[in-house]
C-alpha cells in the first residue's frame, strides 16, 4: 500500500480526539493497511490515525521482534487495568526523544476488528504500555504530557516505542 506522512509534535491534529468509526468501508480498509506499512517503515511498535492525520478512532500495534502480529483496534476502549510499571517512552511523532512514564502493567481493551466485530484483548508490559499510548493518541494526548521529569534525547543505543 503506501507509506504516509507521521505528523509531529506541534501538529494541532495530533491534540484533537478522534471520532468513531461507524462502520468499515474500503477507505478504512486501506487506511489500516497504510498504516501498518506506515508503522513498520518507521520500526514503531503502534501507530494511532490521529498521527497520519486521520481523526478516526484506529489503532494499529506489533510488539513482536518478528514484525507478523498485528492487532488492529477499532473504536478501543480499555475496559480494566492493573499494577502499574514505570519506564520510557518514545513516539513516532515525538522523534529522537524519551521520556519515562507511568502505566499500568496490565490493560485489557475492547475493540472491534476489521470486520465491526467486537472482542477483547489484554496485554502486559510493553503490550500493555503500547495500548496506552497509542489509546491516549485517540483523546488527543501525547506521552510528553504525562512524563515523569525531562524528556531526553534519545541515544544510538536505545530502543524505544
Known sequence: ?????IREVGDKVLNKVAKEIKDVDKKILILIEDMLDTMYDANGVGLAAPQVGILKRLVVIDVSEE????????N???IETEGE??????????????GTVNRPNYVKVKA???NM????VEGTGLLARAFCHEID???GKLYVDQTIGELRDVTVTEEVQ
Open 1 to 5: 500500500m503506501a507509506i504516509r506522512n
Open 67 to 74: 514484525g507478523d502480529t498485528p492487532i488492529i483496534l477499532i
Open 76 to 78: 478501543p476502549e480499555i
Open 85 to 98: 510499571q514505570i519506564g520510557d517512552e518514545g513516539c513516532l511523532s515525538v522523534p529522537g526523544k524519551v
Open 112 to 114: 472491534f476488528n476489521e
Open 117 to 120: 466485530e467486537e472482542y477483547t
Open 137 to 139: 493518541h485517540l483523546d
